[in-house]
Nanobody, 129 residues
Framework: QVQLVESGGGSVQAGGSLRLSCAAS????????MGWFRQAPGKEREAVAT????????FYADSVKGRFTISRDNAKNVVYLEMNSLKPEDTAIYYC??????????????????????WGQGTQVTVSS
């Protein structure tokens, strides 16, 4: 089992920045893949970014590419999501997730997996215009 705890959410104005953190504990040998997902009111949960914690390979949704950065500190078992140039449409509950590889689904390119085994409780991000 892996336990995940997110922090760092809050309210900012458009154009602002936030950094989310996800601390992992438990059987952390499992969380070779960690990802950030988000769910806005009335919408389905969507992937934002994922990372292979062993070598740092990253994947981003087109909607956040160039604005968000996922990174990890393996010594602390923490994954971060640095969010810059925030937009009102980034408003959502952000969830951290972890699982064994592969971090994304391969076949005719790649696509995000949404069936990660372990999930945090989520942290609210609100961006006002």
């Amino acid at each position: 089992q892996v336990q995940l705890v997110e922090s760092g959410g809050g309210s900012v104005q458009a154009g602002g920045s936030l950094r989310l953190s996800c601390a992992a504990s438990g059987e952390t040998s499992i969380n070779s893949c960690m990802g950030w997902f988000r769910q806005a009111p009335g919408k389905e949960r969507e992937a934002v970014a994922t990372i292979y914690t062993a070598y740092g390979g990253t994947f981003y949704a087109d909607s956040v590419k160039g604005r968000f950065t996922i990174s990890r500190d393996n010594a602390k078992n923490v994954v971060y999501l640095e969010m810059n140039s925030l937009k009102p449409e980034d408003t959502a509950i952000y969830y951290c997730a972890a699982d064994r590889p592969p971090c994304v689904a391969y076949g005719d390119g790649w696509s995000f997996r949404t069936d990660y085994a372990f999930w945090g409780q989520g942290t609210q991000v609100t961006v006002s215009s």
